[in-house]
């Protein structure tokens, strides 16, 4: 069954994982982050959390973990990348210090 978002809210993913941006990466500097973008399904979402993470200059990415956000998220930090993954954008969360 396809959800074409006439009767349900549509579906938000999010997707964590690390990324560097340099080819020489290494666990020391992996930079953690956590995209949030509309998709048709898994591997849709994994494919466009790439372009986007690749057209943003990093060059190598490590994609942990996959899930269906279930509404708007509480953390103020989510709020806005929530809505931009409403207007059909891919939101980027980089987590650095």
Do not use: C
């Not at 809210?9 to 949030?36: C, F, K, L, S």
């Not at 200059?57 to 942990?64: C, P, T, V, Y």
Request: proline share 4%; glycine share 8%.
């Amino acid at each position: 069954m396809s959800d074409n978002g006439d009767a349900m809210d549509p579906t938000v993913y999010i997707v964590i994982g690390r990324v560097w941006n340099t080819t020489e990466g290494t666990e020391d500097n992996a930079i953690p982050i956590h995209a949030m973008l509309r998709a048709a399904d898994d591997d849709d979402a994994v494919r466009k959390t790439l372009e986007a993470l690749s057209s943003q200059g990093f060059i190598e990415a490590d994609l942990d973990q996959i899930g269906v956000m279930d509404g708007e998220p509480d953390e103020p930090i989510y709020e806005g990348a929530y809505q931009d993954a409403l207007a059909g954008n891919v939101a980027v969360i980089t987590l650095t210090d």
